[in-house]
């Protein structure tokens, strides 16, 4: 560990959920949210959205797909996922266990922390899929957990990608994103 790293205060989630405006947490750092994401990424995000409801509400398995809510890894790491797909209930005010599915939508801001520190991050927990969306490249990375290791998985925009996530089944056509 760095000495700067060291030197910075270190803060958990009880202090988190006192700060107004957007922040994600991680190892205790603070990262601010800010400014808005720009209209380009809230209109991709509202059509995957979109997208995945309407692929889980035809298979009828009780998954959800969540907007950004509060995922808690640890007492000093909180993310904020674009998007997430849950099959379990959540119960409390916050995610407290590893979602089936993760989207991260790259913006300039976002693209390094998303990649470097949230890609291992999400390996780790074993979260199924973790899929990262270039709205400037217009491309989406699925990245699929097998054997406790992300394995890139090869995605045509034209065609659909099934997902497996245990009792729930589904296929999505990610050209839809675009339109």
Known sequence: ??????????????EYIQWEGRWELIDGIPYAMAPMPVPKHQWVAGNIHSVFREALKKNSCGCKVYQPIDYKLSEDTVF???LLIV?????KRYLDFTPDLVVEILSEGTAMKD???????????????YLMIDIE???VEIYKLVMGKYQHQAVEQNS????????????????????
Not at 1 to 14: C, G, I, V
Not at 87 to 91: D, F, G, N, Q, V
């Open 1 to 14: 560990m760095s000495s700067a790293f060291k030197l910075l205060p270190q803060y958990t989630y009880e």
């Open 80 to 82: 904020n996922p674009d």
């Open 87 to 91: 099959c379990k209930p959540i119960i």
């Open 115 to 129: 990649r470097h520190t949230k890609y291992p991050k999400y390996e780790a927990e074993g979260i199924p899929y």
């Open 137 to 139: 490249t217009q491309t």
């Open 160 to 179: 659909p990608y099934d997902f497996n996530l245990g009792d729930c089944s589904f296929a999505v056509l990610f050209s839809a994103i675009w339109e």
